[in-house]
């Protein structure tokens, strides 16, 4: 019988700054993040003791879905199978990044927190607890500083789980190459913009070109596995004018897939019905750039959260750039909240 389950309820681990959860989606109102572990900073971890939490929570789960995961997107009909091993693994725990994004968290940017999972892991393979063809997620500050972070990303990829990183671009990774040229990994880069002077205002270092130079070696390995991101910041880069720039980005280095989100804050702030039109418009000229050039989209959880009951639909005037334009910048634009 299936029941509301996922696989990281029985199946995942996320390891976070200070304790270890099924995974690592916080979702309405901060629900989310099954607690396994608290209070961890890193060490050999009891898994039967993983285990036997994980089972007892499945249970209640069965029934009833419990508390963290209500509502939850990832929910789905699922049938589990009550075998001991970890398959999706999360790494959330690094706190060091050498990016000032505005829209993160001050944690992110002074924080010190780095603690060693490339013996856990290991741990975990040599015990039998550990299953290959899952995914492997490296975020939080910046994976690439993480400690042993090419050693880990090593031993994933030759115990036949794939690897996704997310990154600001800013270290290049030769391990990353090899992975995205195996076809064994994807990287997820937050470039936000296309012109050097709004990553500056954003991401606060004026590492722009190192990043371009980055995405091309990346691109040269396989750039059918580089994602960019473009969060949209009101106030810095919900314009037209960006999104070109950022466009022909993708289009120079031959990406074939762009992710789309909002900042949270903004998201958590406006909700649904608050949100000004213009940000919609703004993902509607977006979107519409994607179609001509033929590049695929990908709606993030945020801006999902946020569209999902908008109250204005795409405008009639999307193919025509100039007056498109004038609605943008003119009749929306008194009406813009760009506070978050």
Not at 242 to 270: C, G, P, Q, R, S
Request: charged share 25%; aromatic share 14%; proline share 1%.
């Amino acid at each position: 019988m299936d029941y509301q389950g996922c696989n990281f309820l029985e199946n995942g681990i996320n390891f976070d700054y200070n304790s270890v959860t099924d995974c690592c989606i916080l979702h309405h109102n901060n629900r989310g993040l099954p607690l396994l572990l608290k209070n961890y900073k890193g060490g050999i971890i009891d898994w039967e003791k993983i285990f036997e939490i994980k089972e007892k929570r499945i249970q209640e789960q069965i029934k009833k879905t419990i508390y963290e995961c209500e509502e939850c997107y990832h929910l789905s009909d699922y049938k589990f199978t009550n075998e001991k091993k970890i398959s999706e693994f999360h790494f959330s725990h690094c706190r060091v990044c050498n990016a000032r994004c505005i829209y993160c968290s001050k944690e992110y940017n002074d924080g010190i927190i780095n603690y060693d999972t490339y013996p856990v892991i290991l741990d975990l393979i040599e015990k039998g607890y550990y299953k290959s063809g899952g995914e492997a997620t490296f975020q939080g500050g910046e994976p690439t500083m993480m400690k042993h972070f090419n050693e880990l990303t090593e031993l994933f990829i030759n115990n036949g789980t794939s690897v996704r990183i997310h990154s600001s671009g800013i270290k290049y990774s030769s391990q990353i190459s090899e992975a995205l040229k195996q076809n064994k990994g994807k990287i997820v880069i937050s470039l936000d913009c296309g012109s050097k002077k709004t990553y500056k205002l954003i991401k606060q270092v004026d590492c722009f070109d190192i990043v371009l130079s980055n995405i091309k070696k990346y691109a040269e390995a396989n750039s059918e596995n580089i994602i960019l991101k473009y969060i949209i910041i009101p106030g810095f880069n919900d314009n037209i004018s960006e999104i070109d720039k950022f466009f022909k980005v993708l289009k120079k280095y031959n990406i074939k897939t762009t992710a789309l989100d909002i900042e949270i804050k903004y998201a958590e702030k406006y909700k649904n019905k608050y949100v000004s039109p213009h940000i919609f418009l703004i993902v509607d000229y977006f979107e519409q750039q994607a179609k001509k050039f033929k590049i695929k989209v990908l709606i993030y959880s945020f801006l999902s959260y946020v569209l999902k009951n908008r109250s204005i639909k795409a405008s009639k005037l999307i193919s025509y750039k100039f007056l498109y334009s004038i609605l943008i910048n003119k009749k929306i634009e008194k009406n813009k909240n760009i506070n978050y």
